[in-house]
């Protein structure tokens, strides 16, 4: 059984800095990509930053050049820095793993509990 557990969500002041992370846990052979995604309320959920198991990256448009994705593969972890909030962050943040149980399966994907992240004005 795999978990997704995340942390480090909480209130901020628009223009400060949050560090969410993602670790995984469980039967894992592999992960592949990892996935931050957010959710405002009554909006729909939004992918935010992606990171896959070589590294490469992708952000929405709103939050590039203030968000960083990173991993540590070591730790089956994955973070994300953000900077500069703003208000309109404002949101529960869901990461999401593409991860292979055991070698020769095929991957599924796992879902974390989310941690709310308020920015205030």
């Known amino acids: 059984q795999v978990q997704l557990v995340e942390s480090g969500g909480g209130l901020v002041q628009a223009g400060g800095s949050l560090r969410l992370s993602c670790a995984a846990s469980?039967?894992?052979?592999?992960?592949?990509?990892m996935v931050w995604y957010r959710q405002a309320p009554g909006k729909q959920r939004e992918l935010v930053a992606a990171?896959?198991?070589?590294?490469?990256?992708n952000y929405a448009d709103s939050v590039k050049g203030r968000f960083t994705i990173s991993r540590d593969n070591a730790k089956n972890t994955v973070y994300l820095q953000m900077n500069s909030l703003k208000p309109e962050d404002t949101a529960v943040y869901y990461c999401?793993?593409?991860?292979?149980?055991?070698?020769?399966?095929?991957?599924?994907?796992?879902w974390g509990q989310g941690t709310q992240v308020t920015v205030s004005s």
């Open positions: 469980g039967s894992i052979f592999s992960i592949n990509a």
């Open positions: 990171i896959r198991s070589g590294g490469s990256t």
């Open positions: 999401a793993a593409d991860i292979t149980a055991r070698k020769g399966t095929l991957p599924s994907d796992y």
